[in-house]
């Protein structure tokens, strides 16, 4: 399967709304879900940290990744950004191919 399911988190809501809306408007997502905030406990130079974070899921594809990526390093505040993408297994149909559509380079 070609979709991938991205998560990224960030560390506010504005940074979050900001990414998610230059993802879709560079046709690099098709869809990004901002969950609310949640905590997140990691470890960060050797050092136990926790901070407040919005989870970002966004859907694309395998062949924006590459460049959703670069788009995300690019915008994130964070010196090293959560990019963690997974294959689904399965899906509807219709979406997915929403999905696809969405994605697709403007020419």
């Known amino acids: ?8 988190t960030c560390p506010d809501e504005q940074t979050a709304q900001a990414l998610a ?11 990004v879900n901002l969950l ?8 960060w130079q050797e050092q136990i940290e926790q901070a407040e974070e919005i989870q970002l899921v966004i859907k ?7 460049a959703l990526s670069a788009a ?8 090293l ?8 297994s399965a899906g509807l149909p219709a979406y997915l191919d929403w ?9």
């Open 36 to 43: 609310p905030a949640m905590r997140s406990v990691y470890r």
């Open 1 to 8: 399967m070609d979709v991938r399911l991205v998560f990224c």
């Open 99 to 107: 999905i696809r559509a969405q994605t697709r380079e403007e020419t």
């Open 81 to 88: 950004p959560e990019i963690v993408a997974i294959s689904p």
């Open 60 to 66: 694309t594809c395998a062949d924006r990744l590459d």
């Open 21 to 31: 809306h230059h993802l879709v408007e560079q046709r690099l997502a098709a869809c």
């Open 72 to 79: 995300i390093r690019l915008h994130h505040p964070y010196e």
